[in-house]
């Protein structure tokens, strides 16, 4: 079963507004933690984000954003005025307990291209 | 900034040869993880390794796939007999501890291209 989903198709954004890129996930344990990766072209992996299920409040990164909505099972990525250099595949991930499984699990990504 | 250096960056291969994709994780992490991308789809976990052995491995980490962490600093991923199908991007990673995000490092990945 997919843990993780992200629907959206590509994107165009233009430059200097926000963006969301949704994400939903599925777990039935209630310690996980949720993570955002960018892709740009060039291929690398790029960390952007953290929520700890536990955590109370919403994380912030600079420009991004995490909107958590724990009952909801969802993990939105907002990206504030938006950059040329943002466009990129964008990852959602999770990692989940039991504890010495530590992998993460992705999505199949968001494609944002950011227009001048 | 702290980086997983990977190298190389690009290798092509014949079919049926071995390859092995080097990683060198940063310095005082303690768990170590190789993923793939085959390319236009999901980054897929293959193994993790904690304490010089494997803690966890996916169905896709079958007996051609081999992991090492030969001296201190680097990590390996070996494939022992590449086929078409392993063309991918593989990533290293590391982290610090299990249970806190910031800790995943991902390094720029190794496009592998069988032929």
């Known amino acids: 079963a997919q843990k993780i989903t992200q629907t959206q198709p590509g994107m165009f954004v233009q430059e200097k507004e926000a963006v969301t890129l949704d994400c939903t996930y599925d777990?039935?344990?209630?310690?996980?933690?949720l993570f955002w990766y960018k892709q740009p072209s060039s291929g690398e992996m790029i960390f952007l984000i953290y929520q700890g299920s536990y955590d109370q409040q919403n994380a912030t990164e600079g420009r991004y954003s995490l909107n958590f909505q724990k009952a909801r099972k969802s993990a939105n990525l907002v990206i504030s005025a938006s950059q040329l250099g943002d466009s990129a595949m964008y990852f959602c991930a999770m990692r989940e307990p039991p504890y010495g499984n530590n992998r993460l699990a992705f999505g199949k990504g968001n494609q944002v291209v950011v227009i001048p | 900034e702290p980086e997983v250096t990977q190298t190389p960056s690009h290798q092509v291969t014949q079919m049926g040869q071995e390859v092995i994709l080097r990683c060198v994780p940063i310095?005082?992490?303690?768990?170590f993880y190789w993923y793939r991308q085959i390319l236009g789809q999901k980054v897929e976990f293959l193994v993790s390794f904690y304490n010089n052995e494997i803690s966890e491995k996916s169905e896709i980490f079958d007996d051609q796939f081999s992991v090492e962490r030969p001296d201190g600093s680097n990590f390996t991923l070996k494939i022992r007999s590449t086929k078409l199908e392993d063309s991918a991007m593989y990533f290293c990673a590391s982290s610090e501890i299990r249970d806190r995000g910031s800790g995943y490092t991902f390094g720029s990945g190794t496009r592998l291209t069988v032929v």
């Open positions: 777990t039935s344990d209630p310690s996980y933690g």
């Open positions: 310095s005082n992490h303690l768990y």
